[in-house]
């Protein structure tokens, strides 16, 4: 993974994130999308460097953010871990397994962040998880 590509699609994925997926609200419920940067860099890459790129990404959305430093960059990063973990250990890729396993990671994410903030002391309503 080139730094400068990585750094780029970062980029690109935060202004999307921002200026788009976060204004619209469903429910109570926002869509995120640098978590999703984080699941497709493990199913396309190794676990390794899907670690890399969700830190990276975790770690620029913290910028933007006002909850405590690094604590998306920890989460983006398990889950780019985790996601590339799994793939290994699917036999036969399908576009049914891919999905599940997206499906997986999202709500993985998503109860693995609420979880490691109310570690660093912030309060999480579970309502709106």
Do not use: H
Request: aromatic share 6%.
């Amino acid at each position: 993974m080139v730094p400068a590509r990585l750094a780029l699609v970062v980029l690109v994925t935060l202004l999307l994130q921002v200026t788009f997926v976060s204004p619209l609200a469903v429910g109570v419920g926002v869509g995120n999308i640098v978590l999703l940067f984080a699941i497709c860099a493990g199913l396309e890459t190794d676990p390794e460097r899907g670690a890399i790129a969700g830190f990276a990404a975790g770690l620029a959305f913290d910028l933007l953010l006002d909850t405590p430093a690094g604590l998306s960059a920890l989460t983006l990063a398990l889950v780019g871990y985790g996601v590339g973990m799994a793939k290994d250990y699917v036999l036969r890729s399908s576009w049914i397994i891919t999905t599940g396993l997206v499906i997986l990671a999202s709500a993985a994410g998503t109860l693995l962040y609420a979880a490691v903030a109310v570690v660093f002391g912030v309060t999480v309503d579970a309502g709106e998880l």
